[in-house]
Structures are given as C-alpha cells and as structure tokens.
C-alpha cells in the first residue's frame, strides 16, 4: 500500500449541508473555472448541463453518485475529496499515479488513479481538450483490482506512453 499523504486534507462536513455544498463550490471554481488546469498541453473545461442550483454537471459528478442524473445524491466520501482532482492532475505525476485510456459510453477516456487503485479522475478526451467527467473514492477492493487489470491490460498493449494516441481499452468498471 502507498502513501497518499501528498495530497490535500480532507474537507469535512461540519452539520450544514447548505455552507458545506458553498464551500465545496468554491473550491472547485477555483480549481476548474478561475484558474483552470493543462495536462499533457490541453486545456480543460467542463461538463456545464444540466446546471442545477447555479452548479455545473460537473461539480455534481464531483460530490455525487448514480446513472441518472436527475436522481444522482450526494456522497459525502467523494465531496471530502474535491481537492484530489486538481491535486492528482498537476501533481500526480510526481507521485506514481496510473494512467490509462479507455472506451467509457463510446468515447475515448483517460483515468488518472491513485497508485493503490483507491481513487480515480475520469476526463473525457477531445481533439483540442479535456472535459473533467468525474472523480471518486473506488471503495470496494474487487472494484480497484478491475481497475488495475484494465492499468495492466492497457500497458501490456501500447508501445507508447499512455498520452500518445495509442490503444484504448474497454472499460471493465460500471461507472
């Protein structure tokens, strides 16, 4: 097991859910609207409909869970987290992180994970960009070993460094 002590504390619910979600908005413009991240020399953007409380799709992918979008609730494991994302795209690098491409819902993925399988940021990739899909703790021990298959299935196929246009993988965990 790794150490991910590298990456920023947790925010915690402190009893107001109301004050809580604000603060949770507020970090996440300022990682992904004010000052927005590059990786591999594309920009980002968002998911931005259906907006819902004055809030981008994508900031609710961030905190919550569920297929349908009306009905997705809020989990608190991934809200906790909503400054791994940021941190894992600038500086995950440095720390082991696993990259791999993927098809998820027909379209070409990239999947940055923790080293231990135990969180994940999915983008969606583009030409000229990448859209922030989600990002979540991946809690159940069969569901980080399919991760880390689909890591080592992917490896074993490429020649090339996982950002070049190279093979992608079909994804093997439901989300």
Known sequence: M???????????FAGNWEQYL????EIFKQDFISDPPTFNNRCFALKKHPVYK???????????EGSVEEERTPDLRRCERICWPRSIIDTGHLHGIKIWKNLRQGKTRLLLALEDFSYV???DERVEYYLLWTAYPVEHAHQ?????????NYSKSRHRHPLDDGA????????
């Open 2 to 12: 790794t150490t991910n002590d590298w990456l920023p504390a947790l925010i915690e």
């Open 22 to 25: 604000e603060k949770l908005y």
């Open 54 to 64: 004055g809030k981008a799709a994508t900031f609710w992918h961030l905190i919550s």
């Open 121 to 123: 940021v999915i983008l």
């Open 144 to 152: 980080r070993r399919k991760l880390e298959n689909e890591w080592q």
């Open 168 to 175: 992608v993988t079909p994804s093997t965990h439901g989300r």
